[in-house]
Each structure stands twice: as structure tokens, then as C-alpha cells.
């Protein structure tokens, strides 16, 4: 484990003041989805559990969003992280807030336990250098670089929340093609293509010397990561996990 990613999952720890009596003998068990970002959450609150004595069962890798939130509402794992733009899309549709998300997944048997605080939504991406050399700050400047070729994933080229939606909102017209998001990065820092969709909070964004494009007409919707709890969990667990609220933002979730 390098050292990065040790102190990332060492925020669970340095949360941690036991309750007293919190132990219990029935396992949590800790789900995530198969993508690091959602490894790593999982990890963490699987930690910040263990710090109060509890004994964790971690069952990492699961699929998309239906499959974990449905072995959520089975019982077959006790919790997740999930994000809330997706539970929009997914779950519980509709354009209502946060409050009518709450109720909807209280419905299902479903607790959706404050925000770990960062919000990966969607976000375009450039080459640090091509993009100061254009002047590209916004999306809406890109409507006057019809030449730029855009590398978009397969997910993003189809999601009504991706391309189509910007595109129209925007009076954007590009060279798009399509491309592996794992291939993208190494793609853009070889001027093969001018930029890509990508995760607000990737690692990557860093690493390869990004710029994200400001959306100043405010389209892609909030994706704040939360955990989610099924409500049969110990309301003490509960509490537990509520006290990682607020602990992590963009920039410390990229690195």
C-alpha cells in the first residue's frame, strides 16, 4: 500500500472515539461497488466501524447500483457507499431534493446517512497547457472551438446527464468519439484528443495535470457520496458511521 492511500484510509482512524458498549456480536457487513473510489469509502467506514469494536465483514466489488442497492434491501450487506445524483437516476426518480430522496429510500427500508462531503459529479477535462493556450475556462467556451475532438466513454456519450444533455444546454457541436475512460488520460496527454469526461474527484485529474471546465450553466447534477444504511442496522452503528459526515472534500478525496 503506498503511502497516499495509507493516510486516505487512515481517516477512518482519526475519527474514531469509541462509544461506550457499542460493541456487538452480529457482523456488519460493508458492500462497495467495483471501482477504487467506492473501494476506498467502504474501507474507511469498515475501519471507523472496527474502531468501535465492531466486527466488519467486507464484501468488496460488487456490480452497478442496482445490484448493490438491491443486496442492500435484502440484507445481504448492511451498508454502501452511494452517491446522490445516482440515487436520482436510479432509485428514486425525479428532479426532487434531497428531502423527497430521504423519503423515497425510507420507503425501500433504506437510511441515507449525511454526505461524507465531497460531490463527484461529472466535469469536462483538458490538458492544463492546451487549455491556457486556447483560454478555455468554461464550458461555454468551447462553443467557439468547434476543431476541439472530444474522447467521451461509452456511459457518458448515452446517459441523459452526459453529452446529449450538455450538448443541447450548451449549443455545443464537436468532433466526439468514443474511448475506454481508462485509455482517456493517456490519450489527452498525447494530443490525441482535446478532452474527455471525467470524475470530479479522480486521482488521475492530478496526476496527469488537468484542468476541469467550470459549468457555468450549472447542468451536471450533485453526485454527493453518502453512505447508505439499511434501517434494520444497530442504531449505534448508525451513529458511528454518521460521525464521517463532513470528512472528506474534493481535493482531499483526489489525493
Known sequence: MNGTLRTILLV????????????DDQPIVVGSKNFTESYLLAEIMAQTLEG????VVRRFGFGGTKICFDALVAGEIDVYPE?????HQVIVTGDAGDAALRAGLHKLGVLMLPSFGFNNT??????????????IERITDLAAYPELVAGYS???????????????????DLDVRGIEHGLAYQALAESEIDLT???????????????LLTDDRA????????????????????????RLGGSLDDGSMRR
Do not use: K
Open 12 to 23: 477512518a482512524l482519526a475519527l474514531n472515539n469509541p462509544v461506550a458498549g457499542a460493541a
Open 52 to 55: 468501535d469494536g465492531r466486527t
Open 83 to 87: 452517491y446522490t445524483g445516482t440515487l
Open 122 to 135: 461529472y466535469a469536462l477535462a483538458m490538458s492544463e497547457e492546451r487549455a491556457a493556450g486556447l483560454g
Open 154 to 172: 461509452l456511459e457518458f456519450l448515452n446517459r441523459p446527464d452526459g453529452w446529449p444533455g450538455l450538448a443541447a444546454v450548451y449549443g455545443l
Open 197 to 211: 469526461d471525467a470524475y470530479s474527484t479522480d486521482g488521475e485529474l492530478t496526476r496527469y495535470g488537468l484542468r
Open 219 to 242: 447542468f451536471f447534477p450533485r453526485y454527493l457520496a453518502v453512505p447508505l444504511v439499511r434501517e434494520g442496522l444497530d442504531p449505534n452503528a448508525i451513529v458511528t458511521l454518521e
